[in-house]
């Protein structure tokens, strides 16, 4: 049974902008570290962007910066991924995650494992094209 939840995903065209969110009923988001991820039919997980607990320390893998902001709503326990310029290679399954760390930068970039987050959510869908 999944812990967090995605929402948010849809179709879009090239140059369009969506606005994911990451909740959950059962854990603290404040308290955790949370990262977004995504997959592309036949191909692995990649990270995108992660936020610590307070909201004051974002990072981005390269394909995402200038493009992607990720942001907590401390009040509502929601974290949310803008994306914005999408183009059909950001199509895929986007996933959140969250885990018990101070600084998520190494848990986004390779070599990370999904054994480094302790929480996964089940995804929702992104699809970009004319």
């Known amino acids: 049974q999944s812990q967090l939840v995605e929402s948010g995903g849809g179709s879009v065209q090239p140059g369009g902008s969506l606005r994911l969110s990451c909740s959950s009923s059962?854990?603290?988001?404040?308290?955790?570290?949370v990262g977004w991820f995504r997959q592309a039919p036949g191909s692995g997980r990649e990270g995108i962007a992660c936020i610590n607990y307070s909201g004051t320390t974002r990072d981005y893998v390269d394909v995402a910066k200038g493009r992607f902001t990720i942001s907590r709503d401390t009040v509502n326990q929601i974290v949310y991924l803008q994306m914005n310029n999408l183009n059909p290679e950001d199509t895929g399954t986007y996933v959140c995650?969250?885990?018990?760390?101070?600084?998520?930068?190494?848990?986004?970039?390779?070599?990370?494992?999904?054994?480094?987050?302790?929480?996964w959510g089940q995804g929702t869908q992104v699809t970009v094209s004319s």
């Open positions: 995650a969250a885990a018990n760390h101070y600084y998520c930068s190494e848990y986004i970039s390779p070599p990370w494992q999904r054994a480094d987050w302790d929480f």
């Open positions: 059962e854990l603290s988001l404040v308290d955790h570290v």
